[in-house]
């Protein structure tokens, strides 16, 4: 990369990479394809790892430094900021009522009847029994009567 004498990048290209040479008595297997990671937020060393044979190293390095994000720009004195007020949605199945819970993918689709055990709007999370001797199952209300299991997308 080429830069002018005054960049930043200049500046900083004769300090940066790594701090020390690595140990010439580690015995590192010869890797045909290196992985090179910063390691953690400060970016202060980079991993080196091998697949195969496996091994990792850290080496210490002396990085560019990123530059900061500038701060967010002050509001003007007269705009007046009031907190977001929640939209309580109506809820499409209520306690007691009679659900099909639903699941499927591709080439199957399963469904069973249980008995609502709260309200739910649409998206919302609902518990259903559906056998008298187990826990009732968590599902997501979809409209009135209907839910799905989670994992499963709608219309399956």
């Known amino acids: ?44 060393a980079v991993v080196v790892r091998c697949m195969a044979p496996a091994w990792k190293i850290f080496v210490p390095v002396a990085a560019v430094p990123r530059p900061r994000a500038a701060p967010p720009a002050p509001m003007p ?29 591709e080439g199957f689709s399963i469904s069973r009847q249980g008995i609502a055990m709260n309200d739910a709007p649409p998206g919302g999370r609902i518990g259903i029994k559906v056998d008298d001797r187990q826990p009732p199952v968590q599902a997501i209300a979809i409209e009135p009567g209907r839910a799905r ?6 219309g399956s």
């Open 1 to 44: 990369m080429r830069s002018s004498p005054s960049s930043p990048a200049s500046r900083w290209a004769s300090r940066a990479g790594a701090i020390a040479p690595i140990d010439r008595r580690l015995k590192l297997a010869a890797c045909i394809a290196p992985q090179l990671e910063w390691r953690g937020e400060n970016r202060d």
């Open 77 to 105: 004195a007269t705009t007046l900021v009031r907190p977001a007020v929640p939209v309580k949605a109506e809820p499409v199945i209520k306690r007691g009522d009679a659900v099909t819970v639903e699941a499927g993918a």
């Open 149 to 154: 299991l989670p994992g499963f997308a709608e």
